[in-house]
């Protein structure tokens, strides 16, 4: 079946011409993705869910413009940290990889993160693993060494393009294998077997398979020998990146990829160590990962933490900045997403109100192509309808994903006003269910492109069981106020502000309305 190339403009950011380019995919209207996933010797902290809900919103986003994307996670289930811990448990390592993933993909689910389409795992790919080896080998770009093989950086002329570092760069293994390589920079593509470590037959005797050579083995498997885009953390460019690419390069004799895209770090607030990350791979610089925080202060207890929060509103958290821009975690910051998506949370309650039926009910255009302007000549509709080309226009350039969540916030603030100007709560006529229902189908149709609003969700978090029941209260509270003020009785507006003012309730008002907030203590 042949698919229609979309026309839409967008453009994505490269690492290797280290500017935006033109999207302009491999086969028309078809997209190979790959993303870096997880090495699964312990449970997922929230640094891992970075790249996931990037990326799953960039597969959203590719889709709804018309892309058929194909989106492949890896999982690394062999490696020297996997075998430590499996022999502090004292189980299996195919036992922990095992438990570890599914903590990993269950946490995925929790985010909203389920649009991967393919993960493989490195020990279900050994033979697709040791042929790429081979062909290198005979390629003359690796050699055998008393069990190891190892790739001879020195033969790539182009090694260093992604990172803008040379061969010396790459530390590669120290100890026994140093003195088996050529040159200090050559890395490991197969690792032989040491005692009581789990290993698969080869060519070069019993062992495993170095960390770089995994993604290129799988990623070809499944994507083919070059694809669109491959997506990481900025912490691996370099070295894993750069091996992957000149690995890839070299057995095939064409380039990796068409679009190298890598996220930002997620930092600490008030620290300059980045969450999570490979401190201890082979290769792996110091700079990447200096003052790392602990998983005591954050890079651990995720589903805790999605439980304290839930997993929209961490999902929020990840996207209300530029996907290449470093992301500060903490409290404060996960605090005031979930304040933020009050908003929305509030806006849907007065829509149920007026219209009689959940805003989630509520259909929309899941491809850009079937987008229809509202029949409604309300005139506070155009201004939505501005508002959705903004956001899509920010998507378009570069998955601006800060820039889309500010348009809708301003959809919200101009559905409120319309409620508010046209007393839908009060008096809501057909036109004005019509044209409110319009407006929110824009709202639900872009937000649904960030893959939130998708469903309904607990409203907090944890033991408070009576959050509904709050929402109404608070509801009953503001428009009593609302009506004060209307009939110009501003000391019982002013006694119902500050008597919540008391119990840590802050009203704020505004032309659209007041709106509330717990204040943290």
Known sequence: MTQNKPTYSLRVYNTLSKSKEPFETLVPGHVGMYLCGPTVYAEAHIGHM????????VKRYLTYCGYEVTWVVNITDVDDKLIVRSKERGISMFQLATQMTADYTSNLLALGVDQIDRMPRATDSMGEIIRFVEELIARGFAYASDGDVFFDVTKDRDYGRLSNRTADDQ?????????????????????????????WESPWGLGRPGWHIECSAMSRSILGKTFDIHGGGLDLVFPHHENELAQSRCCHGQPMVKYWMHNGLMRAANDSGKVGGR??????????????I??????????????????????????RSHYRSTTLFGDEPLSEAGTALETFYRLFDRYERIVGSSVYALDYPKRRADYVPPASTAAWLPPLMELRDSFLAKMDDDFNTGGATADLFEMARGLNRAIDTDKLEENSSAEGKEALQAGMRILR???????????????SSGSDSHAHLIEGLMGLVLRLRTEARARKDFPTSDAVRDGLLDIGIALQDGKSGSTWQIQQK
């Not at 995720?302 to 990840?318: D, N, P, Q, S, W």
């Open 50 to 57: 970075v790249g996931p809900v990037i990326f799953d919103t």
């Open 171 to 199: 530390q590669g293994e120290g100890g026994g294998a140093a003195s088996r390589k050529r040159s200090p920079g050559d890395f490991a593509l197969w690792k032989s077997a040491k005692p009581g470590e789990p290993s």
């Open 279 to 292: 401190s201890d791979r082979e290769g792996a610089q110091e700079d990447d990962v200096s003052g790392k």
């Open 294 to 319: 602990s998983r005591s202060k954050g890079a651990g207890g995720l589903a805790a933490l999605i439980a304290k929060h839930t997993g929209e509103r961490i999902r929020f958290f990840l996207l």
């Open 445 to 459: 149709e872009t937000a649904a492109l960030l893959g939130i609003f998708l469903k309904p969700v607990p409203r």
